[in-house]
């Protein structure tokens, strides 16, 4: 197999969910590009080096363009806080680098739409982290609709629940910071869920009204005891959403539920059936097709297994599981297909720019409090 070396910027949850990929994908799918850790880079220098030891990359930096300027990186992957994607995004395709980039794409639009227009710039392939697309089985749920399984789409409904911040005692972090992070829930959990609507429907949100709440106002300040800071942003989310196919939707996301750890639910209602999803049970798909005898009418559960690819490139039998980082394989699958094919992978910055504009929307409308067009 032929390598591609590879640079990660950001060595939390993402940098290492991304260095795991890296480090899976050319044993489980043997086949095209194999990736080489070359370079780990984190602001905080001692973290960088005992990360770099950790995951086996060959050099650290605490300078993000030290991975753009190194000649073995061909590929980069962005796992920095949402207000640093831009920069490096824009540098690194202007450096003639392939870019993995964590979602959301930015704080805001107008961001967006530069590292839209350094990616058209250049001859790169783009990927964003929208991973619960890439699931094996939620591709097998999309194949299903597009062959009838529940007759015409006639709804999504779909509901992202988490309780990262549900603990009012938690302190405030750049999540919580409209400058550092953009919306908050909006940003943070619902491109996740217009990704999920997009790839699913095979439509856009086209309409929508829009609505916030932020439960907990005040948080203390990590790095001042005993004062505290605002949250300026969302942590609840809503949105009435209009599809450019006809299609009407709800859409919800919050930061601050209880219970809920991964709790991205959504539901495509057919005229003939009903597909639902559960991120928390990412192996299982429910499907209800009106078609079968009455008599035993019901939700089924289906498990993911070979046939659901590219499951099979993990594991031989059914029912076994995969996980989060399995997917976030997949998706870097994708883009190392993009790269040796110069095919685009879903999403490239040209996909995420629309996820962007939904967020934009609901930002937009609920300040005017009015319904809007994206
Ligand atoms: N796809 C997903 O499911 C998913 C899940 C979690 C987070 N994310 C996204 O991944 C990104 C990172 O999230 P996280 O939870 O890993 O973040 P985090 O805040 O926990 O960690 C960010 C890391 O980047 C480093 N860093 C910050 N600024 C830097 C800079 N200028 N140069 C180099 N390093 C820098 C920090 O020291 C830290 O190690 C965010 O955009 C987030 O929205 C995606």
């Known amino acids: ?58 050099r650290s930096t605490t300078q993000y363009m030290d991975v ?25 395709l202007r450096a003639g680098k ?40 939620v591709h097998a749920a999309r194949q299903l609709i597009e062959e009838g399984a529940i007759g015409r789409v006639i709804g999504f409904h779909g509901i992202y629940d988490v309780d990262n911040e549900a603990d009012p005692d938690r302190p405030h972090s750049w999540r919580m910071n409209r400058e550092a992070s953009g919306c ?3 940003a943070d959990l619902m491109c996740h869920l217009v990704s999920m609507a997009h790839f699913m429907t095979g439509s856009e949100v086209a309409r929508l009204v829009g609505d916030y709440d932020t439960v907990h106002q005040q948080r203390s300040d990590p790095k001042n005891q005993g004062r505290t800071l605002a949250v ?4 609840v989310c809503t949105a009435l959403a209009h599809f450019a196919s006809g299609i009407k939707g709800t859409l919800r996301v919050s930061r601050v539920a209880w219970g809920r750890k991964c709790g991205l639910r959504w539901e495509i209602h057919g005229s003939q059936g009903m597909i639902c999803h559960d991120q928390e049970r990412l192996n299982e798909i429910k499907l209800y097709a009106r078609n079968e005898d009455p008599r035993q009418q019901g939700f089924r559960t289906i498990l993911s297994g070979p046939c659901h690819q590219p499951y099979d490139a993990f594991l031989p039998n059914a029912g076994h599981a995969l996980g989060f980082i399995d997917v976030k394989a997949c998706e870097l699958h994708k883009l190392l297909t993009a790269i040796t094919t110069g095919e685009p992978a879903w999403p490239s910055f040209e996909d995420g720019i629309k996820i962007e504009r939904v967020m934009d929307a609901i930002d937009r409308s609920v300040l005017s409090g009015q319904w809007l067009d994206v």
């Open 98 to 137: 392939h870019v993995w980039c964590e979602k959301p794409m930015a704080t805001n639009v107008a961001e967006a739409e530069e590292m839209l227009a350094a990616a058209r710039a250049s001859d790169r392939q783009t990927i964003l982290g929208y991973n619960y697309t890439q699931n094996p089985l």
């Open 68 to 92: 753009i300027n190194d000649p073995k990186v061909e590929l980069i992957s962005i796992c920095v806080p949402n207000v640093v994607h831009k920069e490096i995004a824009v540098a690194a």
């Open 184 to 186: 908050g829930a909006n």
């Open 232 to 235: 300026d942003n969302d942590d």
């Open 1 to 58: 197999m032929k390598e591609i070396g590879v640079g990660v910027i950001g060595t939390a949850f993402m940098g290492k969910a991304h260095s795991l990929a890296y480090a899976i994908a050319g044993t489980a799918f043997g086949d095209g590009l194999r990736p080489r850790l070359e370079v780990l880079c984190d602001i905080n220098a001692q973290r960088g080096q005992a990360k770099r030891q950790e995951m086996g990359f060959a």
